[in-house]
């Protein structure tokens, strides 16, 4: 029979699950949810009653539980380890008597919602200056709308920057790194349930202090949330050359005859990449959250948050594709900036969306401290 692993959380709280109860919507990645069932003195048969946790890798890295510790052990036959095969986790878990109230935090993920609302707002400026000319509405504004785009550009790069801080600091890749390694990368026979890790000790969770918050490293790549995030700050940043480029004077008459080479490699092309990353980042998102990779997660405040960012991101994709016919035809510049637009308020839409989302967290003085 395959070794099982084991759970146990600092409060002295065990949980069991079985393979059925872990949720990855692309089986190369790591589970984003799981099921957790509290251990008590109860009969196997009485199991299914007991109230279940839950962990969710988007909630937990928008911080909307408390935080607490989690002991993981994998193959507990290997008694002769002892301690050294328990693996202590920051994790937050959604318990039942868990409550969500509007609580004002000021932390990572409360800014990047704060700062994607204000990029979000910065390129809808920059779609008022460009668009309403072309409906003759109006003088022309080219110039102001170059600085409100490299605005909304900036904004949207430290935004993803610190969207890749959120995911580097959740823990998860120590979660189902070493720990869970047999449930990830095997199928657990659904007769093994993963029994209460007795022999732990909370005085373990004194190794997590060493645990520094980062700004800069790497998590792991089968995590959808941290590879998502890494995408979007690799694809905001080729995004945010073209608003560099994009400035007065940098490529000589870009909006009436600029070089087109030059214009097309480093103005259009940039946002066509750029754009194309924010597609991927949201897809990866939208499955973050879902069930089954073909099942939207109509439920879930995060997938609608990356189903708007997904719209906005095709906005902006087409409005660099479109781009490159732009000087050529007026019908095509008009769909170009007017893609840049509608693009700008869906993304104001899923800005707004994900405050909400960081806004709506467990009071920690309700919780039962373990996240």
């Not at 490299?150 to 890749?164: D, I, N, P, Q, R």
């Not at 995911?167 to 349930?193: Q, Y």
């Not at 792991?220 to 995030?229: P, V, Y």
Request: some cysteine.
């Amino acid at each position: 029979m395959r070794p099982s692993a084991r759970t146990t959380v600092s409060s002295g709280s065990h949980f069991s699950t079985q393979s059925e109860h872990l949720i990855r919507p692309l089986r190369f990645f790591h589970p984003t949810r799981a099921e957790l069932t509290p251990q008590h003195s109860v009969p196997r048969a009485d199991a299914a009653a007991l109230e279940k946790s839950r962990w969710s890798s988007r909630a937990s890295r928008k911080n909307r539980f408390t935080s607490g510790v989690i002991h993981v052990r994998h193959n507990p036959e290997d008694e002769e380890l002892g301690s050294k095969a328990i693996v202590p986790v920051n994790q937050r878990i959604r318990h039942p008597e868990s409550r969500l109230k509007v609580h004002l935090t000021s932390d990572v993920s409360f800014w990047v919602a704060v700062i994607f609302v204000l990029g979000s707002t910065a390129w809808i400026v920059n779609g008022f200056y460009l668009f309403l000319p072309l409906v003759d509405i109006g003088g022309d504004h080219a110039t102001a709308a170059s600085w409100w785009a490299f605005a909304g550009g900036t904004l949207f790069e430290v935004g993803s920057y610190l969207m890749f801080v959120e995911a580097l600091n959740t823990g998860h890749d120590e979660l189902f790194g070493p720990a869970l390694w047999g449930l990830v990368s095997h199928p657990v026979h659904s007769d093994e349930r993963l029994v209460p890790d007795k022999s732990s000790s909370v005085h373990d969770s004194k190794d997590l202090d060493t645990n520094k918050f980062r700004w800069i490293g790497l998590g792991s790549w089968r995590d959808l949330g941290f590879l998502a995030c890494s995408i979007q700050m690799f694809a905001a940043t080729i995004f945010w050359v073209s608003t560099i480029t994009g400035l007065p004077h940098v490529i000589p008459n870009l909006a009436t005859s600029p070089s087109v080479p030059i214009a097309d490699v480093f103005y259009w092309t940039p946002q066509v990449i750029g754009g194309t990353g924010f597609i991927v980042s949201s897809l990866l998102l939208m499955l973050e959250v879902q069930t089954a990779w073909w099942k939207p997660g109509l439920s879930s405040l995060g997938w609608h948050v990356a189903v708007w960012n997904l719209i906005g991101a095709i906005g902006f994709t087409l409005c660099g594709a479109l781009g490159y016919a732009a000087l050529s035809s007026t019908k095509v510049n008009y769909q170009s900036v007017l893609a840049t637009f509608w693009g700008s308020w869906a993304f104001l839409i899923g800005s707004v969306i994900q405050q909400w989302e960081t806004l709506w967290r467990e009071d920690p003085k309700s919780g039962r401290g373990t996240g």
